[in-house]
């Protein structure tokens, strides 16, 4: 099967939708499946050098290219040309859309538009949700075939706000690669490979924002440092990510002072960590912080399951998405997202597991088993492929029932001589 998939960015930007892209698609690939990408360049990417997908890079498909080019027929007729390019080109048998629901709506209505002109079906995965007329239109306006949620909490919006029908919403959890993200080697091994021997780790590896609680992390290390002096918090996030809020350069900014403010400079290390990267951190860590504090609760949260896959403890908040993956005290701790009292909750929970190592370690091996039953990439590409068979062949047979409209049937009458019968052969 041909399977193109749209989205705002691929890595090396970094991101839980761009990892995600990744185990889905790469898996599929190795399944036999042909896998085409349209997305926004990078002057970091050679798009030649992927062996498992073909990549098309184009400017309209930047968010910060499509917020400085200004709404109106010219932009909308530039996406549909590079759409219809694009379609033209790689003759998908399925269009998977990510993100599609916001930001701007060239592209999902020239994608309804183009999906009608080549009968090719369209998924929309929806990674995020905002309650806002754009992101309902888009999702209630565009004939999408399925549109998919990352977790239950992103389904909820869908049906109750945008007023999307439920059978045209499906729940898809992410999967991680079980075999990149594992527990190996041991802890001291990695910690040493980082120059982290014999201290305390704790990780916080998550999109660099506001909303996805770093600041409460390094209070809460804060706060633990005259029990362990040795204490390192290592934030990840530092690279290129998608910044569709405008916020990192001022929020790095208010990081770093807030650093320098509580005399933590010994006790933060700031890493930019590539994907092979990443697991060796989760490693390095006896603990793992995805604190998340966002207003509408966090989608997913595809951080905590690469951490559980790697028989690490968790502690997140109570936000959205991420308790469909960890469970209070039985892969991972829960804590009360309430901004005021978080970095407490962090502290109090934090020292609990680095004091407790048999609950620590009870936690991290709960959490591989939760990971190697629900969160496989593998899994996660059969039931994606599932989906994609089923609306092929569905588009195969409204194509047949078309064509049997516009054929017009023969008569069936042979017509001989005089007297010869006149029933139908």
Request: glycine fraction near 6%; hydrophobic fraction near 40%; proline fraction near 5%.
């Amino acid at each position: 099967m041909k399977i193109g998939v749209m989205h705002w960015a691929f890595p090396p930007v970094v991101g839980g939708v761009e990892s995600h892209l990744v185990y889905l698609y790469e898996e599929l690939a190795s399944r036999g499946h042909e896998i085409s990408i349209l997305t926004a360049p990078h002057p970091e990417r050679d798009d030649q050098s992927l062996h498992w997908c073909s990549i098309t890079s184009d400017d309209h498909m930047s968010i910060d290219y499509l917020l400085n080019d200004p709404a109106g027929p010219p932009r909308h007729k530039a996406v549909y040309d590079m759409m219809e390019s694009f379609i033209m080109a790689e003759k998908p048998d399925v269009i998977h859309a990510h993100n599609f629901h916001y930001f701007v709506p060239d592209h999902a209505e020239c994608l309804d538009e183009l999906s009608q002109k080549y009968g090719v079906p369209t998924v929309l995965t929806v990674h995020n949700y905002w309650e806002d007329d754009l992101c309902r239109h888009l999702l209630r306006d565009i004939d999408w075939d399925k549109i998919v949620a990352v977790s239950y909490h992103m389904k909820s919006p869908c049906i109750f706000d945008a007023k999307v029908s439920p059978e045209k919403v499906e729940v898809h959890y992410h999967g991680v690669r079980l075999d990149q993200y594992c527990a190996c080697g041991d802890s001291d091994t990695m910690k040493a490979k980082f120059g982290l021997s014999g201290r305390n780790v704790v990780f916080h590896p998550a999109r660099a924002c506001r909303s996805k609680g770093t600041m409460h992390s390094i209070e809460a290390v804060a706060e633990l440092r005259k029990k362990y002096p040795d204490i390192c918090l290592i934030v990840s996030g530092n690279g290129d990510s998608v910044d569709f809020e405008r916020e990192r350069p001022a929020f790095k900014s208010d990081v770093q002072q807030l650093v320098e403010d509580l005399g933590m400079e010994a006790n933060v290390l700031f890493v930019k960590a590539t994907s092979e990267e990443m697991p060796q951190y989760m490693n390095a860590s006896d603990v793992i912080l995805y604190p998340t504090i966002m207003p509408q609760g966090e989608a997913f949260g595809i951080a905590p399951v690469e951490a559980m896959a790697c028989s690490k403890p968790v502690i997140v908040t109570n936000s959205g998405g991420l308790v469909e993956s960890t469970y209070h005290r039985i892969n991972g701790i829960v804590v009360n997202r309430d901004p005021d009292k978080l970095a407490a909750a962090l502290s109090t929970n934090i020292d609990l597991l680095l004091s407790d190592r048999d609950l620590a370690d009870y936690l991290g091996r709960n959490g591989r088993e939760l990971a190697e039953e629900r969160f496989d990439a593998k899994k996660m590409a059969l039931r994606m492929e599932d989906l994609y068979n089923r609306l092929v062949n569905d588009s195969m047979v409204q194509k047949v029932s078309r064509m049997s409209t516009l054929v017009k049937p023969k008569s069936g009458l042979k017509k001989v001589g005089a007297g010869a019968s006149t029933k139908p052969v």
